[in-house]
């Protein structure tokens, strides 16, 4: 036994359609197996360097041929056969040799895992060409005469928010804590009654990994899961049994875990403490956990001594051989290349780098059939013996320490030695069950295995080619099509498990009635129509409101989330040109966006096409948190709000699509960014998923996504004040409005913006230091003061009001005093600012730029009539649909027009200049008068020049007091000497 340290792979993929819009920029290059990675926001710094084993670059450099394969046109380019035979091959190697092996994918959600794990269509990736390569190699040696007997076990299991799903038997894990993870004293820790089928053929396998895929796709569809939340483990246990030498039968066993990572985001560190403590729940557990293991073995590695936690989550337990025992590993970690993605790919490197020190300790695990069955004998008599005496046997090395039972309570120490019990009785059955396994031959287990059913699938897809049907869309292209309705000549019910009578097509989840649609197949023609008034039910994003004819590809969509085709072969064949549009999940729930009043029309502008991408993604998230709510009746309605950058208190920066969260016993209302509601809506789903099993799902207030503090701060507005006044010394003294996140007026706010001198002192009229160019300021000290002064008409629902606003440079704001009581709060506020040299970049802020004041409160809590009727969550919502439609004209708010306050701004400043330019032709004109009256042929330059530049009259006219007293400027009277010099301009 020796050393070894974790193999280390990274991958780069193409941009995404979502990058491309963006004009994503490059963060990533590759030379040899040194990767780089640059910061874009310092592209002049030197990039980041990481050394792996392997570097793939499948960013460019291929082509995809008429039947979907990729291959290269550069010899850069690494393909699915590349990275199968420096990473697959190797643990196909080990397993042939008796060795335990892992090989696990790690990345950000859409870094391009599955495609190296699974694949996609024609192009395999390590999964599939491994269980393909392992029957290749048996059957050679079987053709070759070799007497090995090989068996093949295949398991499939997915962990989902701490709780352990069995894939190949969905049924066995009723509940949200899923199956249990022991702990054996030799093999580690494993999942209690795992289902491990038997197979004997590659086709077998990829049959069972389809069954497996349709019943993480059903439990997602039913249950609101998201896939990338989830982390499959995929395992292939070999076994070659031999007679050695002495006549003794061998068996030689290697266990392949193959693991497609969840995706490893990083949660927003921003908002409150108690924000941060509700939505870290339960989000990422298991990868924090790993790479604290991670980190811990690294350290381990370094020679610190340390313990490693790999306690603190399920996926731990099970990657603990993987990571620290007997097994041989592979990592290979998925990155994005665009910049929009660099701070968790740099995280993702950083992981992999750290991974990469990781040793572990593999033998090939080869003993005689008969001592591993008297091993386990012997194990099952000593827990049997300590059961009898009252004892406990620790499990593992993971039992309570001494110093920790010193510390333990009589209670506590009762609770931990009844579950040792339990844990002990469930490993006597495990034993028995295990020794029963080792007597039974290989035989007799395929035909158990073929016997209990599963896989199948094969005559619904023959059925599929000849029969109307629905199949599944999911935002996860590998689970789209895994689940298939036919549709036959007759009447189909389609409802829930609680109908009276089995519908024929049973769904479950949000929003589905026990009886929900029917669909009759008459003659050819397929018809689809509600089953009850409260069913949702779309075909193409459009309500069914009466029996309709469905058409060959039709969008259906069954209460919020169970999205299907509807796919008719006859129809098709009938006339193939009439179906030529590929059917995408993002374009089913676009045109389900623009039935709900969005504009999804056609968009050239990078920035439409992000805002319509997350329309595409939040509506459906809406409509599920939506519907949790009312099953929940947790009184609470999210609405889709979409604000420009203005909107949320931001200068520039591009429209997002966010949430409002309403209260509808109390109507608080909460704007929520996109990332923190669809870290809640997790949240929510555990809640519903943990409702549907009826387990406990009823959480405290701190840790309920639908609730939000009471004292949460919101913002009520924002002020556009523009700067360009200031830019030429000229003060602004406004009431400005101050707009909601719909542009609504929701009251006036006192605003003064005043350029003074260095101690403070406020110019006026008087001192007149405008300046006719900006430009002219740039070099110069420039002095001003801001005053937020009062705000009046802001809804009395608001207290605790104060306003905050970020000027030029400025890293943290500057905030007014928090003014309690009052709907007309007094701020007077007033802050100094002091530039001793104005730049080119202040002149332009000034000149071209706005300061947004954000206006920020608390809102008072309405609690409703004890009069009025309780009612569900349902039947609020219903209330306000009727109430809505009988107020289709209620004024909800005057406008305002961003731009009329723009140019409000521009025309202060063109008054201030004209005024400054009436006064200059004032001034040249008295120059005039003075010199005539003077009988003054010519004016000197220099009072000219003095007159243009003075910055006020009482300068103008010391310059023109000085025309009657110049000598040389000739005499205009009947005497005059023309030839008369001076140093003057004549203007005369």
């Keep these: 036994m020796s050393d070894e340290c974790v193999k280390v792979a990274v991958r780069v993929r193409p941009f995404n359609s979502r990058e491309k819009a963006r004009s994503a920029q490059l963060i990533i290059n590759m030379k040899g197996t040194t990767t780089y990675i640059t910061d874009p926001s310092a592209p002049k710094d030197d990039p980041k360097e990481f050394n792996f084993d392997y570097s793939y670059w499948s960013h460019d450099g291929f082509k995809e041929e008429g039947n979907g394969m990729l291959v290269p046109t550069e010899s850069k380019y690494a393909d699915q056969s590349t990275v199968f035979k420096d990473l697959g091959q190797g643990v196909l190697d080990n397993a042939w040799s008796g060795y335990n092996s892992t090989l696990f994918a790690y990345g950000q959600t859409g870094s391009g895992k599955s495609f190296s794990m699974v694949g996609y269509g024609v192009n395999r990736g390590i999964v599939p060409i491994f269980c393909d390569e392992l029957f290749v190699g048996i059957n050679k040696q079987k053709d070759s005469g070799s007497k090995t007997e090989f068996e093949v076990s295949f398991s499939m299991l997915e962990i989902y928010n701490e709780a352990v799903r069995d894939l190949l038997n969905p049924n066995s894990a009723k509940g949200s804590k899923g199956l249990r993870v022991r702990e054996h004293p030799k093999k580690g820790f494993y999942v209690d009654q795992l289902k491990s089928v038997p197979v004997q053929s590659y086709a077998e396998i990829e049959d069972r990994m389809e069954e497996g895929t349709r019943n993480r796709t059903v439990a997602a569809t039913q249950m609101n899961a998201t896939s990338s939340r989830a982390h499959t483990i995929v395992g292939i246990t070999f076994t070659q049994k031999s007679i050695n030498d002495a006549g003794q039968e061998m068996a030689k066993t290697a266990i392949c875990n193959l693991v497609d990572l969840a995706g490893s985001e990083r949660a927003d560190s921003t908002g409150a403490t108690g924000q941060r403590l509700k939505e870290g729940i339960g989000i990422n557990q298991s990868l924090s956990s790993l790479g604290n293991c991670i980190a811990a073995l690294a350290d381990q590695a370094g020679g610190k001594k340390t ?10 337990k099970l990657l603990k051989n993987a990571l620290g ?21 740099l995280s993702t490197l950083r992981y992999a780098d750290r991974a990469k020190q990781i040793k572990t300790q593999a033998v090939v695990n080869e003993d005689p059939t008969e001592k591993l069955i008297r091993e386990l004998k012997e194990e099952n008599q000593r827990l049997l013996d300590a059961i009898k005496k009252g004892g406990v046997v620790t499990i593992g090395a993971g039992g309570a320490s001494e110093e920790d039972m010193k510390n333990m309570s009589e209670a506590e120490k009762a609770a931990m030695r009844k ?3 339990e844990e002990m009785e469930a490993r006597v059955k495990d034993t028995e069950r295990e020794m029963e396994e080792m007597k039974r031959t290989w035989e007799e287990k395929l035909k158990q295995a073929q016997e209990a059913g599963g896989g199948g699938g094969k005559s619904t897809k023959e059925a599929r080619k000849t029969k109307p049907h629905f199949y599944n869309l999911n935002i996860d292209t590998q689970l789209s099509g895994m689940i298939a309705h036919l549709v036959g000549p007759g009447t189909y019910k389609i409802g829930n498990n609680k109908a009276d009578t089995t519908p024929d097509i049973e769904l479950n989840g949000l929003s589905i009635q026990k009886e929900h649609a029917i669909v009759t197949n008459d003659g050819g023609k397929v018809f689809i129509e509600k089953a009850c008034a409260e069913a949702k039910l779309l075909v193409n994003g459009d309500s069914v409101m009466s029996k309709q004819e469905l058409d060959h590809n039709d969008r259906v969509m069954f209460g919020s989330n169970h999205l299907y085709v509807f796919y008719h072969p006859d129809l098709y064949k009938a006339n193939p040109k009439n179906y030529t549009q590929i059917i995408t999940y993002e374009m089913a729930q676009g045109e389900i966006a623009a039935q709900s009043g969005f504009d999804m029309s056609a968009k050239h502008s990078n920035d439409e096409l992000l805002l319509q991408e997350d329309l595409v993604e939040m509506i459906p998230a809406l409509e599920e948190a939506n519907a949790i709510s009312e099953e929940l009746d947790k009184k609470v309605k999210f609405e889709i709000v979409v604000m420009s950058a203005k909107a949320r208190g931001l200068p520039s920066g ?15 209302e909460y704007i929520w960014p996109r990332d923190r509601f669809i870290r809640r809506k997790y949240l929510m789903q555990e809640m519903y998923q943990n409702f549907a099993e009826g387990a406990d799902w009823q959480l405290p207030d ?20 523009y700067l360009q006044s200031l830019a030429y010394l000229i003060e602004s003294r406004e009431q400005l409005e101050i707009t909601d996140y719909r542009n609504k007026e929701v009251g006036l706010l006192s605003v003064e913006i005043v350029p003074c001198d260095k101690s403070g002192r406020e110019f006026t009229d008087a001192d007149d230091i405008f300046v006719e160019d900006p430009k002219e300021l740039i070099g110069t000290p420039i002095n001003f003061v801001v005053k937020v002064n009062s705000a009046t008409g802001i809804p009395n629902k608001y207290t605790d009001i104060y306003c905050k606003y970020n000027m030029f440079l400025d890293t943290e704001p500057s905030k007014t ?3 309690k009581g009052t709907s007309n709060p007094e701020f007077k506020h007033r802050k100094f600012y002091n530039y001793d040299v104005t730049t080119s970049q202040l002149v332009d802020y000034m000149n071209n730029g706005v300061l947004m004041i954000q206006i920020w409160g608390k809102q008072k809590m309405v609690q409703a009539s004890k009069k009025v009727k309780v009612q569900n969550t349902k039947q609020i919502n219903l209330a306000e649909v009727v109430a809505k439609g009988n107020n289709k004209n209620q004024d909800s708010g005057k406008t305002v027009d961003i731009d009329k306050v723009r140019l409000t701004f521009q025309l202060t400043v063109a008054k201030k200049r004209q005024e400054r330019l009436d006064a200059k032709v004032a001034q040249f004109k008295k120059m005039l008068e003075v010199a005539e009256r003077h009988n003054k042929a010519r004016i000197e330059t220099t009072v000219i020049k003095q007159v243009m530049m003075a910055p006020n009259m009482k300068v103008a006219e010391k310059a023109i007091a000085r025309i009657p007293k110049d000598s040389g400027a000739g005499d205009m009277g009947p005497h005059a000497n023309g030839n008369q010099k001076s140093g003057v301009c004549n203007i005369m």
């Design 325 to 345: 025992g007997n097994s041989k590993t592979v990592m290979i970690a998925a990155l994005s290349p665009a910049d929009i993605n660099f701070d968790e790919t």
């Design 817 to 819: 005093g928090v003014i």
């Design 702 to 721: 701190e840790q309920d996504p639908f609730t939000e503090d009471a004292d949460t701060e919101v913002q009520i507005g924002v002020v556009n004040c």
């Design 419 to 421: 579950e040792m019990e």
């Design 307 to 316: 313990k490693v936690p790999f306690r603190d989550s399920v996926l731990t």
């Design 654 to 668: 591009r429209t997002e699509v966010c949430v409002k969260m309403r209260n509808l016993e109390n109507s608080l």
